[in-house]
């Protein structure tokens, strides 16, 4: 096998970023065993352009992107899998929960009941504590979006976990 200093790069990169990354896909899909999969397949799709994301601002942006983007993909795949099955198997209409139950949820759970784009704003602001303009950098949408969908998130956090600070719990997660 020949070693050269892109391969380097790329495994110096990868020893760095690959937990963060794993972390990041967890708690964007709630889902312990497919994180190290998306962060493994995240950084292959980085490796088939590293040569032109090692001289890039920002290579790490880039990758939580490509994270987000196949969590999102995932848990679209789950989605249309579960309306499927339920749709095969129901022979009554499904069940709704009272959205005002006074349970204090886990963290990991209310942030599953969260939409996918107020999910990953507020995991990346609060959890990874990224600005707002590398979390726009790292789903590809405007700050201004970033702000919304995260002050969104945070007041519907807020509710599910009936606490006064979400965001302290959140980074509680990250640890």
């Not at 999969?37 to 920002?58: E, G, I, P, Y």
């Not at 709704?96 to 990991?108: E, I, L, N, Y």
């Not at 959890?127 to 789903?139: M, W």
Request: hydrophobic content about 45%.
């Amino acid at each position: 096998m020949v070693v050269d200093d892109a391969s380097d790069e790329f495994h110096a990169f990868f020893e760095r970023h690959y937990a963060e990354l794993a972390r990041l896909a967890h708690l964007l899909t709630g889902e312990v065993d497919s994180a190290d999969d998306l962060a493994a397949d995240a950084l292959v799709a980085l490796w088939h352009r590293w040569d032109r994301l090692r001289s890039a601002d920002h290579p790490v942006a880039y990758a939580r992107g490509v994270v987000a983007n196949l969590a999102r993909g995932r848990i679209r795949s789950a989605v249309r899998e579960r309306r499927r099955v339920a749709l095969f198997w129901s022979t009554r209409p499904e069940r709704v929960h009272d959205p005002d139950v006074a349970v204090v949820m886990d963290v990991r759970q209310a942030l599953a009941r969260l939409p996918f784009r107020k999910r990953a704003c507020v995991v990346l602001r609060h959890a990874f504590d990224l600005s707002e303009k590398d979390t726009a950098l790292a789903l590809g949408i405007s700050v201004g979006t970033v702000k919304s969908q995260t002050s969104k998130g945070m007041t519907e956090l807020e509710r599910l976990l009936a606490a006064r600070d979400a965001g302290a719990l959140l980074e509680r997660v990250q640890r």
